[in-house]
């Protein structure tokens, strides 16, 4: 506590007091450290990020290197064991052919028992127009009920 708090005629009454001012440029002041540690604070918890990130991609590279050198090394041993597996198939490609010929099926030419009614032949399809084959004709427009037209001559079938 000040002087000037404890002797209220000391006090004074004006706003522009001098120490008025400097206890609130304290103030200010205790504020702006405040927030001046927390902004320390707050960095060195950023920096710490950094690091550990910068940690974390160089394992995560080196890891990738090391997936790409084992994949491009299985690419090569799968081409090498294609390679091998088409050298194989066409050394062994007249083995397997002679293998089916002397183990083929044959089979006596087809014979169709056609005694049996359902094996009969069936007649040619008719393939007439439907009243050429029923032999009615075309129909025509009725003006007069008491007469009949005469049905049309019928054309020569295709054969």
């Known amino acids: 506590m000040s002087i000037a708090n404890l002797i209220p005629a000391l006090k004074g009454s004006g706003s522009r007091r001098a120490v008025d001012e400097v206890e609130r440029l304290r103030?200010?002041?205790r504020k702006l450290l405040d927030r001046q540690l927390a902004a320390d604070d707050f960095f060195a918890l950023l920096m710490h990020d950094v690091v550990t990130t910068n940690?974390?991609?160089?394992?995560?590279?080196?890891?990738?290197?090391?997936?790409e050198e084992a994949a491009a090394q299985m690419r090569m041993?799968?081409?090498?064991?294609?390679?091998?597996?088409?050298r194989l198939a066409a050394e062994l490609a007249p083995y397997k052919?002679?293998?089916?010929?002397?183990?083929?099926?044959?089979?006596?030419?087809?014979h169709r028992d056609t005694?049996?009614?359902a094996d009969q032949?069936?007649?040619p399809i008719d393939v007439r127009p439907l009243w050429v084959a029923l032999g009615i004709g075309p129909t025509v427009a009725v003006t007069d009920p008491g007469h009949v037209p005469a049905p049309p001559a019928e054309p020569e079938p295709a054969t």
């Not at 041993?77 to 088409?86: F, I």
């Open 27 to 29: 103030e200010e002041s």
């Open 77 to 86: 041993e799968r081409d090498e064991w294609c390679e091998e597996a088409e």
């Open 97 to 110: 052919a002679a293998e089916a010929n002397d183990n083929r099926v044959d089979v006596p030419p087809m």
């Open 55 to 67: 940690a974390a991609l160089e394992q995560e590279q080196q890891l990738r290197g090391e997936a």
């Open 121 to 123: 032949a069936t007649t």
């Open 115 to 117: 005694e049996h009614p």
